[in-house]
């Protein structure tokens, strides 16, 4: 059931740049855009979970993004938060039209994916390359994130990010 959660919460990050990638990419230089978007609530390792996604994407022309972020995780049960910092590259493999009248894009993203800390000491690092899609109906509501693949040498570890998630905030 968590199998792809760390994704998941990568993606929406990856998804909101995404979106701001093809209005940049006629641009013959890069551009900065800081973000700031959430919080947003699920159930992420069975714990009521608040998400705030806060960063800055450098934007290149042909669908290139550079991103880094740090990602809020709330625990809403006990209100303690953890920090998810990310340092990567982003790479949009294409947009194409969904059986939901929305949109799907598949990309690729490779770096520092996560590294979560609890203000102290670091919990988890995920880092490697992954290529995923994100789907979103014609409302621009979230369909699902599909992983296609994991060639970097730190996935699988969502039951780690789990276990770092639930004693850091219990």
């Given at each position: 059931m968590h199998r792809h959660l760390v994704r998941t919460t990568l993606a929406l990050a990856a998804l909101i740049a995404l979106l701001v990638v093809p209005a940049t990419a006629l641009a013959e230089r890069p551009t900065l855009n800081p973000y700031s978007n959430g919080p947003f609530v699920f159930d992420l390792c069975g714990i009521p979970?608040?998400?705030?996604?806060?960063?800055?994407?450098?934007?290149?022309?042909?669908?290139?993004?550079?991103?880094?972020?740090?990602?809020?995780?709330?625990?809403?049960?006990?209100?303690?938060?953890?920090?998810?910092t990310n340092h990567s590259t982003l790479r949009e493999i294409s947009v194409t039209e969904n059986a939901q009248g929305g949109l799907s894009f598949t990309y690729v993203i490779h770096g520092?994916?996560?590294?979560?800390?609890?203000?102290?000491?670091?919990?988890?690092?995920?880092?490697?390359?992954?290529?995923?899609?994100?789907?979103?109906?014609a409302d621009g509501n979230f369909l699902g994130h599909t992983v296609l693949?994991?060639?970097?040498?730190?996935?699988?570890?969502e039951d780690r990010f789990c276990a770092a998630y639930v004693a850091a905030t219990a």
């Open positions: 979970t608040s998400l705030t996604l806060v960063g800055t994407e450098r934007n290149h022309p042909g669908g290139v993004q550079n991103q880094t972020g740090i990602n809020t995780y709330t625990n809403l049960l006990t209100g303690v938060s953890v920090t998810g520092l994916l996560l590294q979560l800390r609890d203000g102290h000491r670091v919990l988890l690092v995920d880092a490697g390359r992954l290529v995923a899609t994100d789907a979103f109906d693949e994991t060639p970097g040498p730190s996935h699988d570890d």
